[in-house]
Structures are given as C-alpha cells and as structure tokens.
C-alpha cells in the first residue's frame, strides 16, 4: 500500500483534531485515540524520511533550538494602538476621524484587548511561513519553530484562504495554565512567575521549542494584512481567518454607533474577570477597509483604530512596614504589611514586593502611600508611590542582609532575582519546610500528622529533620498542646505506615532543589536505588532523559552533604523504601501523562486502589468525580447510573480493565 497517502491522510486527520480541540475547544476524539494516532504517524514518518514537512503535526511538539533568533523585516509594520481612558477620549478620536472622513456614517468593530506578546504570522499557499514578534514594529525575531508548537496556531489552512498573507494576533497565557505552571514551580521550590503576560512574552524567546510545546500558550488572532484580500469590513477579515482555521475570539462585536461602543465597554468592564485569559481594554476599530485606508497612520498608530483600557481596580495606602518571609529552599520573599483597604471587593493587607529590585525601582519606603493594584496576579502588588504623600523624615529601604529567622547572612546568586538564607540544616522555616513538604500527600503521605503540627514538634525539639519522626515516641507526642493518647496514636502509626510507600515518592519527598515529582519519577526509573544515583556523576545524570545540568547539579550536591547522607542511612534502617520494587504488572512509566481518570465500580484484576495507583505510576492522575476535565472513566461491575450519564453527557469515553491494561502496557 501506497505510504504517502496515508502519511498524508494521518496529517490532515491530526490538524482537524488539533483544531476541534485547541480552536473549536470541541474535541471529537479522545486525548488516548490522538496519541495513538500521532504515534502511527510519527512511526510512518521515521521509517520513510523521504516524507518529512516541517509543517507536519508531529512536528508541533517541538524540539528545534534557536540559539540565536533571527531579526526579520516586517513586510508590513506592526504599529501602537493610541490609547484612551474615557468616553470623552473616544469621542474626539471620532470627531478626528469623520474630520477627514466627511459626514458618513460610521461602523465600528469592538473587540476585546488580550493582554500577552504580539505576533505576526506568515501564511503562503495556506502554510505557515513565518512568525515574527513585533520588536520595535519595523523588525522583530523570527521564533516560527515556537509558535509552531501552540496547537491553536494553524499550519496549514483550509478554505478558500488568499495565497499569501499575514495575519496578526496575540499569543497569550491562560489563568488556569499559568497557576499550573507556578504550581509546579514551587513544588520543586522555585520561584513563580510574576504574571500570565511576561511568562507567554518570555516564552516566545526560548531557546528549546520542547519547552514552548509545553506550556499551554494560546493565540488569538486579531488582524488580517496583505494585498488584495478578499475582504472589504474588518468584520469579514475576522470571519473569514476563523473560516481558515484561526482562532478569533468571539467576543468580537460590530457596533453600529459610539453608543454601541459604550454598551460594549460598560458590559466587559464589569464581565472581564469572567473571561479564561487577562484582558486589559477594548480595542475600537474602523470596520470599513476603505475608510481604514483613507485615514492611515501616524507615525505611531493608525488613525482607525484606538484601544480604551479598562482602569485596574487600584487603592492607595499606607505602607507600614515590610516583612520577610523564609520558604523552604531559603528563598526570601519580602511582603507588605498595609493599613487595611478594600479592592476589588476584598480587604487588602499585605501585597507582594517579589525582591530587592522591585523594592529599590520604585523606591518603596515604609511610611509611603502606596498605590495597590489587582491584575493578573492572585496577590495584589504596588505599584507606584504617592511621592507627595511622602513623610519628610522618611528613609531609604535598606533591604535585610540576614536571614530574619536564623540571622545567617544572605546570598543573592549571579543572575538570579531573590536573596537566599544559604543556613540550609540551621534555618528554622527551612527546617520546618522541608518536613512539611515530606509528610504532604504526594510525598510520603503521612496521616495523623499536619503541617502544624510539625512546627509544634520542631519548636519542642522533637524533630529537627524528616528522619527523626520515625524514632517519635508517645510518650513524647502526648503532652504536646492539643495532643491526646488517640491523635498520638494515630501520628506513630501514619508515620509507620509510610515506609511503605515507593521509592520513586520518597526521592520527591526528600525535597531536592529541583527535583518535583516527574523528575523524581525519572530518576528512579532510571536509577532504581538511591545508591545508585548518591554515586551518579554529573554527565551520567545529565544522559537521562529531561534531567539537564541544573537538577543533576542540585542532586550532586544533596548527596555530597554529610548531613544528608546520614539522614539517608537512618531512614534506610527504619525500612524506608529506598529501592524500586520491580512488580510485573504495574508498570512505571508516563504514557498516561496528561490525562485524568475516574475509576468507578468494581473491577476483577485491582483492588480499586492499585488501579488509581496504576493510574499514577504511569503518569496519570485520579480525579474524584466526572467533569469535563476527565479524559477517561474506568468502569467496572456496578458503575453507579449517575456517573454513566454524567459521562454520556459529556462525551467521555468509559473504558473497562482491560482497555486499561492494554493502554498503559501499549
Ligand atoms: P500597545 O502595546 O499598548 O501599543 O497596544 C498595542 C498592542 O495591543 C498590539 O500590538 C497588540 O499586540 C495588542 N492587542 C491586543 N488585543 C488586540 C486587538 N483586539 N486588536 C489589536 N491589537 C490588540
Ligand atoms: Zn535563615
């Protein structure tokens, strides 16, 4: 049989999925029938090289590095809008343009501003050619090999599309996908990013695509440029990309007049926070291209099209006084103590000053009236002074250069943002932090025993790292404050029971810089023994896959300490699992990456446990109940009705035992 076709058939098969899925938000597949299909393909692909495309779907999870982005010359500049802050603004730009427009009538398209890195993409004979971030407008970098990877950016198009043009939009960073990314982030004990905008600016310019394929970045698209394009009204351009294939956001509004304008606005300042993504105005445009054509530019913007940003909900108050916070990897975060103030229909307190930097930028001192703003950020942040409001006896913050829980001197690294308490063994928050992280849920999940609790046991000396629970007596637990025989009881024997859990989470649960719970899984896998990695070199570490010199350097390092090394050998001898069980049936891997299962009923082969456990020893996660989220639901015996149909409603596909089996041993 003929291969091309099929590769051929397999491509345009998997760009109709990525479309229902990342532009219509509408999958009709399952995330597993995707996989496999991808997996045929990029199968198909390998054994005949002779059929490469780079703009192949399996080319969309990335791996070409730019060491250097190239500086491109827009073919047609990417300007600034003008913006406006009130109606009175919108009105004059009106007034401006029918000045030159004459007395007619005139239409306006409404659309949302979405606040992330501009984008201009090139499109010939309905393949993606080129994309370009804006730069200073006349020339920007060429990162095609990124935006290639965000699935909602078409390759190819359908439709009657012209047979070249740009189009432009926005690559942005959803809430839900940019809590994810922190999340992950201080699990592993770095620092989370600032804010959804900067994270997706930022990740346009890395170097590894692999990494841009694994951030959930979207696009949305905005404008169509080019020659002789079959369109006569903004309007049409926006339906006519969506018929291509482009994600144009919906919201998208033709307003017959400036009143219609103003109901646009009014409804979204109040709507906007319901939306999945930050937007910080409205963009009004001209709709008519002739009319567009006819007013042009200045030398900034264009006459045709003006943005109105929304007014962050902002306060002003008192600054008074700043705080510093240790977290378990020593990282010191100063904080904000305010005079209390309502925002955004919540009382204010304390706001984030992320770091010294930020601190000396806006030279904030304590005593200042500060101005506080909610935007994309859950904490509030200052940002700005009210220099008239000065007192003028005030000072220069002098940031701290001890640690203000151990009172070691800080470290602040080459190129790095935030101060360190480097008294790793001393530092009680540290201390504290990392036997907390080691009794959480996806350590070693250690019942009986809260996060309290431990600093109570700690500031009695009862414990100063993980390894001295497990010599934890009753005697000694129950005159502790709100301590009884029965919570005693159930503290010695949680902690008991956790020497059974496996090797791959204690590794997570030992709080190694850098290693969360995949690497963690990675390296056991790998390694199968903590020995074997104590003994790892820096290049073997590196060889296994994703660990790069960062993670294998931060593991040298664990295991080059004394301390550490003793804290191992004890934990070894109360029976820790500090060896991988090699079992059979439950294989280790990550083929379930991604997906989220539901298991309900009764099945022959697990107990419903080691199915969940099945679940997440290949990478996939247990959910609690059926939503759209839930990729698939594992049925056996009994399934409760209400779940059947919650997943019929839905869509989701409900396999049984051995669909599951097959799937992870597949
Ligand atoms: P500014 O950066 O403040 O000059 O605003 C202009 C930028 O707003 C453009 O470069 C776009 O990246 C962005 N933008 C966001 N949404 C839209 C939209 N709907 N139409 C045009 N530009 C938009
Ligand atoms: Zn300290």
């Known amino acids: 049989m003929d291969v091309l076709p099929k590769i051929q058939a397999l491509r345009d098969e998997l760009n109709q999925h990525n479309y229902n899925y990342y532009v219509l938000d509408n999958p009709t597949i399952s995330d597993y029938e995707f996989d496999t299909k991808l997996k045929e393909l990029q199968d198909l692909e390998a054994k005949h090289p002779e059929f490469f495309d780079e703009n192949s779907p399996t080319q969309r999870v990335g791996g070409a590095i730019t060491k250097t982005f190239e500086t491109v010359q827009h073919e047609y500049r990417m300007y600034s809008l003008d913006n406006s802050y009130s109606k009175e603004d919108l009105l004059d730009w009106e007034k401006r343009a029918q000045k030159i427009l004459g007395d007619v009538p005139l239409e306006y398209i409404c659309e949302l501003k979405y606040d992330g890195a501009s984008i201009s993409i090139s499109y010939e004979n309905g393949k993606l050619k080129r994309a370009v971030t804006r730069g200073d407008g006349f020339q920007g970098d060429d990162v095609t090999n990124n935006i290639k990877t965000i699935k909602a950016v078409p390759i190819k198009l359908k439709g009657d599309f012209p047979q070249k043009f740009d189009i432009r939009g926005e690559i942005i960073l959803p809430f839900a996908g940019f809590e994810k990314m922190n999340q992950e982030l201080i699990e592993i004990g770095e620092t989370p990013y600032a804010n959804p905008r900067n994270t997706a600016s930022g990740s346009l310019k890395l170097q590894d695509s692999a990494e841009v394929a694994k951030r959930p970045l979207d696009c949305l698209l905005y404008s169509l440029i080019g020659n002789n394009l079959p369109i006569t009204t903004h309007f049409e351009g926006l339906e006519k990309a969506r018929q291509w294939g482009f994600k144009v956001p919906t919201q998208s509004h033709l307003a017959k007049n400036m009143n219609e304008v103003f109901d646009f606005i009014n409804y979204w300042d109040k709507h906007r926070h319901e939306m999945p993504y930050e937007t910080d105005g409205v963009v009004v445009k001209i709709n008519n291209i002739h009319q567009q054509d006819e007013l042009g530019y200045t030398a900034k913007s264009p006459r045709w099209a003006i943005a109105y940003k929304f007014k962050a909900e902002q306060v002003s108050t ?6 510093y916070q240790v977290g378990r990897t020593g990282a010191i975060t100063p904080v904000a103590n305010l005079e209390p103030v309502q925002l955004a229909g919540t009382v204010v307190k304390r706001a984030s000053l992320h770091n010294a930097d930020q601190i000396e930028k806006l030279d904030i001192r304590i005593g200042d009236t500060v101005f506080v703003e909610k935007g994309g950020e859950i904490i509030p942040k200052i940002i700005d002074v009210d220099l008239t409001k000065r007192p003028a006896n005030s000072e220069p913050t002098k ?21 360190y308490c480097p008294n790793f063994y001393g530092c009680p928050p540290q201390i504290i932090g990392r036997i907390q992280h080691f009794i959480t849920r996806k350590a070693m999940d250690i019942e009986g025993l809260g996060g309290e609790t431990v ?32 919570s005693a009881d159930n503290m010695i024997k949680g902690i008991a029971k956790s020497k059974e859990i496996p090797f791959e989470r204690v590794l997570y649960a030992l709080g190694i810089r850098y290693v969360g719970e995949t690497v963690a899984k990675k390296l056991a896998k790998h390694y199968k023994s903590i020995d074997a990695i104590a003994s790892a070199s820096l290049t073997d570490l590196i060889l296994v896959d994703e660990i790069g010199e960062k993670i294998a350097q931060s593991v040298i390092e664990f295991f080059d300490n004394q301390e550490n090394r ?36 009764v099945f022959e082969k697990f107990s419903r446990d080691d199915l969940k456990k099945a679940i997440e020893d290949n990478g996939g996660k247990v959910g609690s109940s059926i939503s759209a989220k839930t990729h698939f639901v594992v049925a056996g015996d009994n399934m409760g009705p209400a779940k059947l149909e919650k997943a019929n409603q839905l869509n989701i596909p409900i396999i049984t035992e051995d669909d599951f089996i097959a799937m992870i041993h597949g």
């Open 399 to 419: 940031y701290i250069t001890h640690c203000p829980e151990c009172q070691t001197e800080l470290e602040r690294k080459e190129g790095e943002a935030n101060h």
């Open 318 to 323: 008192k600054l008074n006084s700043i705080s």
């Open 566 to 601: 003793l804290i191992i050998e004890r934990l070894k001898q109360y029976g820790i699992q500090l060896e991988a069980i090699a079992s059979a049936d439950t294989t280790v891997s990550d083929v379930l990456s991604g997906k989220t299962f539901v298991v309900s009923g």
């Open 455 to 486: 600093a109570l046991l700690f500031n009695n000396g009862l414990v100063t790292n993980y390894a001295d629970l497990y010599e934890l007596k009753k005697e000694q637990i129950i005159p502790l404050e709100r301590m009884a025989e029965k």
